[in-house]
């Protein structure tokens, strides 16, 4: 009997996780054209025309990590990184790089970065502190296909006026603005900011102000923000994030909308590493591991308003899919502030697949 060849690619024996599904279950996925064409039981290899083999092996929607920094060339901090070994060799399959450049620069971050990356790059337009919004308004609405906000504002230079100029920039582009925490005050911050936009280093360590108050109560501005609908990024970085602030959180119930790097060239090396050790850092605070990959997965793709195609295997999406193994045994992790924390379990990257092909 000679089988029909259904499929381009099977991924075979994995246990797969989905939250946008609701799926923990060892399932075979199935890819055709570059989309996710069944998800069941023992599908047959012989359907497909290439068979990835991942017994034992945990597979996910591609992991995106909302907070990178990928302009390797060029940007105005000389801080980015090849994207596609920091990233797509460590299971992610699409970053957001979280302001490295102006929209002078948007042509050259097109043709570097975004059209030669196997990484899928989306980008925000980084606010420069005498930026005419008018210009990054229109940039961005000229740019849909990979610019999808503004980012106020890039290292310890935020001013009220940037914070306001950044404001506008997003209102004219009809894009998400994603503000760090410094400058003016984080009630400040958080009145400029709507439905859709993202708080990146949430989580910093004191004597930076933050979510806390001095008594470490989470405070009340920070509940009326997310009551209506700003987003809450991990955004970990050299000094953005401290595992003490997010266990305080996690009590209250505050975790991180968004798990991610703030992978830069100072970053890499340590303490962030990598998004699947900034993920493991998460369950070394007690989060679980279906958490864990919502966050790094179906939330993302919700904030960069892809949900439906990216950040899920749901039949019909984009056939991005990552796998890891999870080791175990006692891994010391290590925050922005040095302090440290041991956990039980790593994930290990083990394959990529961007729009249905095999690249890492
Ligand atoms: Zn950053």
Same mark, same amino acid.
Request: glycine share 14%; charged share 25%.
């Given at each position: 009997m000679v089988e029909t060849v259904k499929y381009d690619l099977l991924v075979k024996g994995g246990l797969v996780i989905d939250p946008s599904q609701g799926i923990h279950d060892k399932l075979d996925v199935a890819v055709f054209k570059g989309r996710i064409v069944n998800l069941g039981?023992?599908?047959?290899?012989? *359907? =497909?025309k290439e068979v990835l083999e991942v017994d034992g092996q945990i597979v996910t929607p591609g992991v995106i990590d909302l907070h990178t920094h990928v302009f390797y060339l060029l940007g105005h901090k000389r801080e980015g990184l090849k994207v596609d070994s920091t990233s797509l060799a460590k299971g992610v399959t699409t970053v957001l %790089? &979280? #302001? =490295?450049?102006y929209p002078e620069d948007v042509e050259a971050f097109r043709y570097y970065i975004v059209e030669r990356s196997r990484t899928r790059v989306y980008a925000l337009l980084s606010m420069k502190p005498d930026g005419n919004p008018r210009e990054y308004g229109g940039t961005v609405k000229a740019n849909r296909d990979f610019l999808v906000g503004i980012k106020y504002h890039h290292g310890g230079l935020g001013t009220m006026d940037m914070l306001i100029l950044a404001r506008e920039a997003a209102d004219r582009g009809e894009c998400t603005l994603m503000c760090e925490p410094y400058g003016p005050k984080l009630k400040t911050i958080l009145e400029y900011m709507y439905r859709g936009d993202v708080l990146t280093h949430s989580f910093h360590p004191p004597p930076r102000r933050g979510l806390? %108050? *001095? %008594? #470490?109560k989470v405070l009340p501005e920070v509940w009326e923000a997310i009551k209506r609908g700003v987003y809450l990024d991990q955004g970990h970085g050299r000094s953005g994030f401290s595992f003490e602030v997010a266990e305080k959180c996690l009590k209250q119930g505050l975790p991180p909308f968004t798990i991610s790097t703030d992978l830069h060239k100072l970053s890499v090396n340590g303490p962030v590493y990598d998004m699947p050790t900034t993920m493991s850092k998460w369950m070394a605070l007690g989060m679980s591991l279906e958490e864990v990959i919502k966050r790094s997965t179906l939330h993302p793709a919700i904030v960069l308003k892809k949900d439906g195609y990216l950040g899920t295997l749901k039949i #019909? &999406?984009? &056939?991005d899919i990552s796998c890891f193994k999870m080791l175990e045994g006692e891994f010391v992790f290590e925050d922005s502030a040095g302090e440290k924390r041991t956990g039980r379990y790593k994930l290990e990257p083990m394959h990529v697949v961007r729009s249905g092909e095999v690249v890492f």
């Open positions: 039981v023992n599908l047959n290899p012989k *359907e =497909s %790089d &979280a #302001g =490295s450049f806390l %108050d *001095e %008594d #470490g #019909g &999406a984009c &056939a």
